[in-house]
C-alpha cells in the first residue's frame, strides 16, 4: 500500500511562494502518473496540475496556469508543486495523489490514492 505525505505548506502573503513536496513510500510509483488537488473551504476539491510517469505530459488547472509547476523525482519517489506568485484565493488544503495508471490525468477518478493534506494559506 502506498503512503503519501505531504510537506512544505504554511502561510505566505500573496505574491510570495511556496514549494510543496509529496514523498511516497510502500512502493514506487515511478511509472504511474501523480497528481496535485485543492480543496478551499466550502468548496469542492479541484484539480490544481498532474504529471505522467516519465514527466514528459503535464497539465495545469487553469487558475495556475503560469504560477505553478509541477515535477517530480522518480528516484527520491517524490513529486513537487512549485507554487509562485500566490494570490489568497489559492488557499486551500492541497492533496497529493497517485494515479493508478502511468498516464496524466485531471480526473479525480483516475487516482487511487490520497496524501493527508496539507494546509497553504496565502494572506493579502
Known amino acids: 500500500q502506498v503512503q503519501l505525505v505531504e510537506t512544505g505548506g504554511g502561510l505566505v502573503q500573496a505574491g510570495g511562494s511556496l514549494r510543496l513536496s509529496c514523498a511516497g513510500s510502500?512502493?514506487?510509483?515511478?511509472?504511474?502518473?501523480m497528481g496535485w488537488f485543492r480543496q478551499a473551504p466550502g468548496r469542492e476539491r479541484e484539480f490544481v496540475a498532474s504529471?505522467?510517469?516519465?514527466?514528459?505530459?503535464?497539465y495545469y488547472a487553469d487558475s495556475v496556469k503560469g504560477r505553478f509547476a509541477i515535477s517530480r523525482d522518480n528516484a527520491k519517489n517524490t513529486v513537487y508543486l512549485q507554487m509562485n506568485s500566490l494570490k489568497p484565493e489559492d488557499t486551500a488544503v492541497y492533496y497529493c495523489?497517485?494515479?493508478?495508471?502511468?498516464?496524466?490525468?485531471?480526473?479525480?477518478?483516475?487516482?487511487?490514492?490520497w496524501g493527508q493534506g496539507i494546509q497553504v494559506t496565502v494572506s493579502s
Open positions: 510502500g512502493r514506487s510509483f515511478t511509472r504511474t502518473a
Open positions: 504529471i505522467n510517469g516519465f514527466g514528459g505530459s503535464i
Open positions: 495523489a497517485k494515479g493508478s495508471a502511468s498516464w496524466s490525468a485531471k480526473e479525480e477518478t483516475a487516482y487511487d490514492s
